[in-house]
T-cell receptor, first 114, second 118 residues
Framework: GAGVSQSPRYKVAKRGQDVALRCDPISGHVSLFWYQQALGQGPEFLTY????????KSGLPSDRFFAERPEGSVSTLKIQRTQQEDSAVYLCASSSGQGTDTQYFGPGTRLTVL | AQKVTQAQTEISVVEKEDVTLDCVYETRDTTYYLFWYKQPPSGELVFLIRRNSFDEQNEISGRYSWNFQKSTSSFNFTITASQVVDSAVYFC???????????????FGKGTKLSVKP
C-alpha cells in the first residue's frame, strides 16, 4: 500500500500476556518511529530506528517494552507481561530520510489490557 | 522538558467562521522543525505542514494558514471559513535536529479539539 500500515488495529490482552504490534512503513523509508498515545493526550515518543539500527530507545517506559526492525523495513513492538497502564494507542510513523523529515503515521493499534 | 503547549483544549465554532489554534513551544536549539497534524475521529494522524526554524515566512494553503513568530516561540494555525469536515483534534509538534540531523522524534502538544457545527 501507499501509506504506513499497522496490525492489528485492535488488541485486547489480559494482564500478564505478551503482545506484538506490527508496523509496515512506507516502502523505502529509512526512519521509523514508535509513539504511545494515551486517551486525550498527544503522542509520546517511544523509540527510533534508522534502517535496522535502533538509535534511540529512551522513550520506552520499562524493560517490558522491546522493539525491533531486523531487515530495515517491518518493525515489531513487543510488550511483555502487559499491565493495565499499557492500555493506549500505539502509533508508528516513517520518514523518507533523516528523522527530521516529515513523519507519516499509520492508523495505530489500540491496545486494551484487562 | 522542552514542551509544546496548546492552551486551547476545545474550541467550538459554527460553520464558515474563522478559527485560530494556538501553539507555543520551548526549545534551546537554533535548528528545529515545527509541524501540525490533524487527527480525525478515525484516529490516524494526517500531516498538514512542516516548517524549518529558519523560515519565518507565513504560509497559506487553501483555507489553511500558519503564522510562525520566532520571537514569541509561537506557530499558530488558522482555518478560514471552517467546515464541518474540519472537526478533529489538531496537534502541534516540534522536532529537533540532533546529532547532525539524523534524528527528529516529535514532541507533541496535548492537542486542540475543534468542533465545527453546521
Amino acid at each position: 500500500g501507499a501509506g504506513v500500515s499497522q496490525s492489528p488495529r485492535y488488541k485486547v490482552a489480559k494482564r500478564g500476556q505478551d503482545v506484538a504490534l506490527r508496523c509496515d512503513p512506507i516502502s523505502g523509508h529509512v526512519s521509523l518511529f514508535w509513539y504511545q498515545q494515551a486517551l486525550g493526550q498527544g503522542p509520546e515518543f517511544l523509540t527510533y530506528f534508522q534502517n535496522e539500527a535502533q538509535l534511540d530507545k529512551s522513550g520506552l517506559p520499562s524493560d517490558r517494552f522491546f522493539a525491533e526492525r531486523p531487515e530495515g523495513s517491518v518493525s515489531t513492538l513487543k510488550i511483555q507481561r502487559t499491565q493495565q497502564e499499557d492500555s493506549a494507542v500505539y502509533l508508528c510513523a516513517s520518514s523518507s530520510g533523516q528523522g527530521t523529515d516529515t513523519q507519516y503515521f499509520g492508523p495505530g493499534t489500540r491496545l486494551t489490557v484487562l | 522538558a522542552q514542551k509544546v503547549t496548546q492552551a486551547q483544549t476545545e474550541i467550538s465554532v459554527v460553520e464558515k467562521e474563522d478559527v485560530t489554534l494556538d501553539c507555543v513551544y520551548e526549545t534551546r536549539d537554533t535548528t528545529y522543525y515545527l509541524f501540525w497534524y490533524k487527527q480525525p475521529p478515525s484516529g490516524e494522524l494526517v500531516f498538514l505542514i512542516r516548517r524549518n526554524s529558519f523560515d519565518e515566512q507565513n504560509e497559506i494553503s487553501g483555507r489553511y494558514s500558519w503564522n510562525f513568530q520566532k520571537s514569541t516561540s509561537s506557530f499558530n494555525f488558522t482555518i478560514t471559513a471552517s467546515q464541518v469536515v474540519d472537526s478533529a483534534v489538531y496537534f502541534c509538534a516540534r522536532s529537533e535536529a540532533n546529532d547532525g540531523g539524523s534524528q527528529g522524534n516529535l514532541i507533541f502538544g496535548k492537542g486542540t479539539k475543534l468542533s465545527v457545527k453546521p
